[in-house]
Structures are given as structure tokens and as C-alpha cells.
């Protein structure tokens, strides 16, 4: 019995120190150019290793209640705030993103000061999002 209780003990410690080294070599973000990034699920932690890498603007394009979704917008505003950083809750649904989804996100960008932090589940919404309003001029560097 103890020997099968020390096997379990030691495939559990494996697997966090495997875990931990994995997560550990993941990027926070993923630059799209020298001034927007995204970031995929969100937490409290990684929001704020996040506010040390110098964005100066956050737009969060997941909605509040998705499932899945640890952190409000309204919590990351908070935790934005104390960094004096702009964030903008822009919530679009993952494969209903729509002509004026993209040109309200086009108005946020180009009124926000950069570098921008893009956040959502994946990274996906928010990526296609800048690559439409992008493809369509509406972007302005």
C-alpha cells in the first residue's frame, strides 16, 4: 500500500515540475507588429506580468460570461488602473464577429495610445478583428 501511495506522490510531482516547465516557456503575448500583441486566457497573475511589459492600452474582446473565463473585464480594468493603463471592454462572439464589431475595434485602435494589448480566449477573435479592420484601411499607424 505505501509503495503504491509513494508511486502516485512521485507521478504527481513529475507531472507539476513537467507542467511548470512547460508553462514557464510559453510567451505572455504574441507581438502581431511592433504595436498591438495578443493574449489568449486571461487570469490575474498574467494580466499583470503582462502591465510590466509596457502596453499602455488593453482592449478585451471576450465576453464576461463565456465559459471558461476566470477574470471579468471589470477586474481587469481595476488591476489596469493601478498600472495607468486604458483598457476597453469590446466583447465580440467567437465566429459572429461583424462589419461594425470590426470598425468599432478599428475606432478603439486608433484612438488608444500603443503599444496594445489584445485579449481574448485564444487570441483568435482578436487577431481577426485586427486583420479585417487591417485588410480594410481602417487601421492607422
Not at 106 to 135: E, H, Q
Request: some cysteine.
Amino acid at each position: 500500500m505505501t509503495k503504491m501511495w509513494f508511486r502516485f506522490i512521485l507521478s504527481i510531482f513529475i507531472f507539476s515540475i513537467v507542467t511548470l516547465s512547460h508553462s514557464a516557456s510559453e510567451p505572455l503575448s504574441k507581438a502581431l507588429n511592433p504595436s498591438v500583441s495578443i493574449s489568449g486566457h486571461m487570469t490575474a497573475t498574467k494580466f499583470n506580468a503582462l502591465m510590466q511589459q509596457g502596453f499602455k492600452s488593453v482592449i478585451v474582446n471576450r465576453p464576461d460570461q463565456e465559459s471558461g473565463n476566470e477574470t471579468t473585464a471589470s477586474e481587469l480594468r481595476a488591476l489596469a488602473e493601478k498600472s495607468k493603463i486604458s483598457l476597453i471592454y469590446q466583447p465580440v462572439i467567437s465566429g459572429q464577429i461583424t462589419d461594425a464589431d470590426v470598425h468599432e475595434f478599428a475606432k478603439y485602435y486608433n484612438s488608444l495610445p500603443k503599444p496594445i494589448l489584445l485579449v481574448c480566449k485564444s487570441g483568435s477573435r482578436s487577431t481577426l478583428l485586427f486583420n479585417k479592420a487591417n485588410s480594410l484601411g481602417l487601421i492607422h499607424e
